[in-house]
């Protein structure tokens, strides 16, 4: 495995270790459709009584993939996880953005400075550090809150907690984005240090 700094031209993959239940949700369309349909019938398994619950679960899915999809999104996990009878909701989107949707800086401390100067960043709690990946390299770690939406979001009405990891792409001028959420507000800091170790093991290929 190789560190990022000894990459003289650009990796030809990237790889990450998620949790065992996590499923990956295909965004690619015409694959999105039946990754939709095994998940909800994997999560909606023994239960007979809920199929409009089912049906929005579905629906969700689909805006959050297609949504994924228009965003440079390559990869989609979506957590099954649970203890006992609370399930533990987050999400996993891998991205690389398009060169116009991105601010044109390469070095991560003249990002995590653009990031922190946004608007709100600091009323709202937003932390943004530099830290290093064992494997990948210098990302900016950046973690937020956001209002929650009820109606995409089966009835929470938690605020979600989100963290993002931006990686430079070794020898080119891309980044890639891992952007974890979770509605688990009580269990916010537990689900972040789950996310913390899911994002370490990204190396380069």
């Known amino acids: 495995m190789k560190n990022a700094s000894e990459f003289t031209s650009p990796?030809?993959?990237y790889n990450v270790i998620v949790p065992d239940g996590w499923f990956q949700l295909p965004l690619a369309p015409e694959h999105r459709d039946r990754g939709i349909v095994a998940l909800a019938d994997q999560q909606f398994r023994g239960v007979d009584n809920a199929p409009h619950i089912k049906k929005q679960f579905m629906r969700e899915m689909q805006r959050k993939a297609k949504s994924a999809y228009g965003v440079g999104g390559t990869e989609l996990y979506i957590s099954t996880?649970?203890?006992g009878q609370l399930p533990l909701a987050s999400s996993l989107l891998i991205s690389i953005p398009g060169p116009d949707e991105w601010p044109k800086v390469t070095d991560p401390e003249e990002l995590a400075e653009h990031l922190a100067s946004k608007d709100g960043s600091a009323?709202?709690?937003e932390e943004v550090d530099v830290v290093t990946l064992a494997a990948a390299g210098r990302a900016v770690r950046q973690r937020r809150k956001e209002a929650p939406d009820p109606e995409s979001q089966l009835g929470n009405e938690l605020p979600?907690?989100?963290l993002t990891y931006y990686?430079?792409?070794p020898a080119t001028k891309?980044?890639?984005l891992l952007n974890f959420s979770t509605p688990m507000d009580p269990?916010?800091?537990q689900m972040v240090e789950l996310f913390d170790v899911v994002a370490g093991t990204l190396h380069w290929d």
């Open 11 to 13: 990796p030809s993959d």
């Open 160 to 162: 979600n907690t989100l």
């Open 187 to 189: 269990l916010a800091d």
């Open 174 to 176: 891309s980044w890639l």
């Open 167 to 169: 990686v430079p792409i």
């Open 81 to 83: 996880l649970s203890v």
């Open 123 to 125: 009323e709202s709690g």
